[in-house]
């Protein structure tokens, strides 16, 4: 999963400092224990699916479900126009929600609805329980728990509302992928072809980004959590962001259980359709505060003399980068467009490295000064590259 337009993490590793060997092995053991985990708990999900729906059922949701996915994510990912995010970090919010918050959703919903089923000797109670008001709490909990720990652990990739809504929106995407190949199948083992083609439309085609849509409400509070320097938004947003998330899952789920179809239809028309276009205002303002963060910090740079008035206009614009990265492609080739790419994301990487410090969110001194001087060669290194690249074209 590639980041269309930006380089990603594999092409421009942040600047480190050297860990010791010991510390090193400690977090390589704990980073495979952890994929093992997840492993595990995704393969028990789909035995589990796969016992549901028989085989084939299993095989046809599943290859339904995951066609589109590298569409959808591609979708997502366009939105990250500055600064773009690690692709581990990205990956691991998709198998976060694809393998791990799939298995604890399933197996608390299961529980919740198999508990109210027998205390009111009512299946569809326990039912509509399970998927009106334990699904929200915990599918939303559960997905929101990866961007939590990137909240806390990764506060140099996690700036702002932007990467609240990448990050949430990719948890949404996996969680969203395995729920579906449950779905598809089941729509195969109960009406076989021209039921899936009916709930492909539903789900794949017109609700594909719910999830995604529910837990980019808790990624946008952390993201202004992030943001913020008062004290009481930064405690609000995130239960906020949350509890919103929760109540338009619950919304989404109690309207199809207590009005059926038609219940389903007005939610996404009164709620759904106009939500999605509030989160695309919000990523608009947040894109345009990027901007700002990319020009305000880089301004030294340009006062200086390293960056031409060109160079610097075209950074603080997402029109200007990607004109830049289009005629990069087009005069010099697939080698002059990379360059370009890793040139707009050391500028941001620098940018916001220098904006993190400013907020005083950041490393050790030694490690400031080392990213600052490991930002600033490589610009130099990429704008000597691309000079004189355009002066040969």
């Known amino acids: 999963m590639l980041k269309p337009g930006l380089a990603n993490s594999n092409l421009l590793p942040p600047p480190k400092l050297q860990s010791s060997g010991h510390v090193a092995a400690i977090k390589t053991v704990a980073a495979i224990t952890v994929v093992l985990m997840a492993l595990l708990l995704g393969l028990i999900v789909l035995l589990l699916i796969g016992f549901e729906t028989g085989p084939v059922g299993f095989l046809m949701g599943l290859l339904s479900a995951t066609i589109p996915v590298p569409l959808y994510v591609m979708l997502v990912l366009w939105v990250d126009r500055y600064e773009s995010e690690p692709l581990w970090m990205l990956a691991t919010a998709f198998f976060w929600g694809a393998l791990i918050a799939v298995f604890f959703a399933l197996i608390l919903n299961t529980a919740s609805g198999l508990i109210v089923a027998g205390l009111t000797r009512d299946a569809s109670a326990g039912e509509a329980f399970s998927a009106g008001i334990s699904a929200p709490i915990v599918e939303e909990t559960?997905?929101?728990a990866i961007l939590l720990v990137f909240?806390?652990?990764k506060k140099d990739e996690f700036d702002g509302v932007v990467d609240g809504i990448i990050y949430a929106s990719m948890a949404g995407l996996g969680f969203a992928m395995t729920e579906n190949i449950q779905y598809y199948g089941r729509a195969v083992l109960q009406g076989g072809g021209g039921g899936l083609t009916l709930v492909f439309i539903i789900r794949g085609m017109l609700a594909p980004f719910s999830h995604p849509l529910f837990?980019?409400?808790t990624g946008m509070g952390l993201g202004l959590a992030r943001q913020s320097r008062?004290?009481?938004i930064k405690i609000i947003s995130p239960v906020l962001g949350l509890g919103l998330a929760i109540f338009l899952h619950a919304l989404w789920n109690g309207s199809a259980i207590v009005f059926g179809f038609l219940g389903f239809v007005l939610i996404y028309v009164l709620f759904m359709v106009p939500m999605f276009f509030v989160i695309l205002a919000v990523i608009f303002v947040s894109l345009r505060r990027e901007g700002r963060v990319v020009r305000d910090f880089l301004l030294p740079d340009f006062q200086r003399g390293l960056l031409t008035p060109e160079e610097y206009g075209r950074l603080c614009s997402v029109r200007g980068r990607m004109g830049a990265s289009f005629q990069a492609l087009s005069r010099g080739g697939l080698s002059?467009?990379?360059d370009s790419m890793r040139f707009n994301q050391a500028a941001s990487e620098l940018a916001f490295h220098r904006s993190r410090i400013a907020r005083?969110?950041?490393?050790?001194?030694?490690?400031v000064k080392t990213r600052e001087e490991a930002y600033?060669?490589?610009?130099?290194?990429l704008i000597s590259r691309l000079r004189t690249r355009?002066?040969?074209s």
């Open 360 to 367: 005083g969110i950041g490393a050790d001194r030694t490690d």
């Open 142 to 144: 559960a997905k929101a």
């Open 215 to 217: 837990t980019a409400m």
């Open 376 to 381: 600033l060669r490589l610009m130099e290194d």
């Open 230 to 232: 008062n004290t009481l």
């Open 390 to 392: 355009h002066i040969a």
């Open 336 to 338: 002059h467009w990379r």
């Open 151 to 153: 909240f806390f652990l």
